[in-house]
């Protein structure tokens, strides 16, 4: 594993001690990365590189903006190490993308490798059989298998943005359905004026996460509808963006809705292939993929609930795969789950 040291100063004897770590078989390469080659880096690096920011190298606005730049393309993969102790905010590291935070007191003396270890529990999971059982905080701790990516039978790649897409041409896309759950009392109980206030601010949130990983809505009706994303050969896009938004739902029911309830919604994300239309004029597609995806969203996903098919969870990064499990199979698709988040643990 490379562990990039993005610094103007280099810092490579804060991490003097890492060297060959215990149990694993290849060295962690440390490189000392100038903040100007950045971009190149995001680009180019290896799948299972990690990016350490130094954080006396960006003003704070741009340490975020940067951290949660990386996080898209390395998702699971970036950290900050904070040898001044210039981060005002820590949270906001997590908040922004981030997996590890190391504070100035930790970096009095070099880290040790105890700290990689950790790191690469983190980053690859014991697979099946390692872990099961009652865990320490009295759940029920699901066994899983690392998957690697399955790329679709008729794979035609959509591209890392919209640049080469053009309408009239079949592509290969991550398919993101969202839809808001117990519609109907919004106009039963409240108003139809409410109702549209709820599905606009639905909408804005979903662009408001989604926007940032190449997502835009391409299909809606009132309350529900599908994105769309680039896709790429290597990257699952919409999985950060989702799991966000069921992370942050009472942040931004409090935000940015004018109820009082922690609004429910589902989503279910698919991959697979459809002619491209520009918004606005998607009447005649016809699509497969499309059709199985609403069916998806729409019949199968319980509300508050996030579903994907195995081909799409394929390429979730190894570190997020253990918070989803078997959700049985619907129309000849395998289906798994994301787990309820609960205080202190993920619960079935």
């Known amino acids: 594993m490379t562990v990039y040291l993005v610094s103007k100063k280099g810092r490579k004897t804060l991490f003097a001690a890492v060297k060959k770590i215990p149990g694993v078989d290849d060295v962690v390469s440390l490189e000392t990365l100038a903040p100007g080659r950045i971009q190149e880096a995001r680009e180019t690096a290896a799948e299972d590189s990690f990016f350490f920011l130094d954080s006396t190298a960006f003003s704070d606005g741009d340490l975020l903006s ?29 908040f922004r993308g981030g997996v590890d935070y190391i504070a100035p007191a930790l970096l009095s003396s070099p880290i040790p490798a105890e700290r990689f270890i950790q790191l690469r529990d983190y980053l690859y999971p014991a697979p099946t059989g390692e872990v099961d059982g009652i865990g320490e905080n009295g759940y029920h701790q699901v066994p899983f298998e690392v998957v690697t990516p399955e790329p679709p039978s008729r794979e035609i790649l959509s591209g890392r943005d919209w640049s080469t897409v053009r309408s009239g041409s079949e592509y290969t896309f991550w398919f993101l359905y969202a839809q808001l759950d117990d519609t109907d009392r919004f106009a039963v109980r409240t108003s139809s004026e409410y109702g549209t206030q709820v599905d606009q601010r639905f909408r804005e949130q979903l662009l408001a996460e989604a926007g940032r990983f190449g997502g835009r809505i391409w299909m809606w009706k009132q ?5 769309l994303f680039p896709y790429d050969g290597t990257r699952c896009m919409p999985i950060v963006p989702a799991v966000r938004l069921f992370m942050n739902r009472v942040l931004y029911t409090v935000e940015r809705s004018t109820g009082k309830n922690v609004l429910s919604f589902r989503l279910a994300i698919h991959l697979g292939n459809t002619m491209y239309r520009d918004v606005g004029e998607t009447g005649d ?6 059709n199985f995806v609403y069916h998806l969203g729409a019949k199968h996903t319980r509300p508050g609930e996030l579903t994907m098919t195995r081909t799409a969870f394929s390429f979730v990064p190894s570190g997020l795969q253990g918070i989803f499990i078997d959700r049985g199979t619907f129309e000849g698709h395998e289906i798994r789950g994301m787990r309820r988040f609960l205080p202190g643990a993920l619960s079935e």
């Open 66 to 94: 940067v951290l949660e730049n990386l996080a898209i393309v390395h998702p699971g993969r970036v950290g900050v190490f904070d040898p001044e102790g210039v981060v005002d905010d820590p949270a906001q590291v997590f």
């Open 223 to 227: 309350y529900g509808g599908l994105l």
């Open 285 to 290: 597609v016809v699509s497969e993929d499309v």
